[in-house]
């Protein structure tokens, strides 16, 4: 059973930077496609970035334009997403999810397992 265990949320200033963590309880995630949701109050949940379990390919939100990076460390315990120029409507509370084998997706309902989200609040 995946146990995803997000990391790395907190306060900070409009245009700082983050870097969320996403670990499966020190397990190797080496198999699984990894992909980062985020949910502002009074909003549906919505894709951010997503990497494929042979990290060979990555998907991004088109709103994004750039300002944020999923990556995996080369032992593939933990999935990173760093997030820089960060905007005040960044805040929300961010997601990571699983799927054994798979691809880089953009779709919720792909992934079988989800963390419990870190929240990200972005001052102005």
């Known amino acids: 059973q995946v146990q995803l265990v997000e990391s790395g949320g907190g306060l900070v200033q409009a245009g700082g930077s983050l870097r969320l963590s996403c670990a499966d309880s020190?397990?190797?995630?080496?198999?699984?496609?990894m992909g980062w949701f985020r949910q502002a109050p009074g909003k549906e949940r919505e894709f951010v970035a997503a990497t494929s379990w042979t990290a060979g390919s990555t998907h991004y939100a088109d709103y994004l334009k750039g300002r944020f990076t999923i990556s995996r460390d080369n032992a593939k315990t933990t999935v990173y997403l760093q997030m820089n120029r960060l905007k005040p409507e960044d805040t929300a509370v961010y997601y990571c999810?699983?799927?054994?084998?798979?691809?880089?997706?953009?779709?919720?309902?792909?992934?079988?397992?989800w963390g419990q989200g870190t929240q990200v609040t972005v001052s102005s």
């Open positions: 999810a699983a799927r054994l084998f798979g691809q880089a997706l953009g779709t919720a309902a792909y992934y079988n397992y």
């Open positions: 020190g397990r190797a995630i080496s198999s699984h496609a």
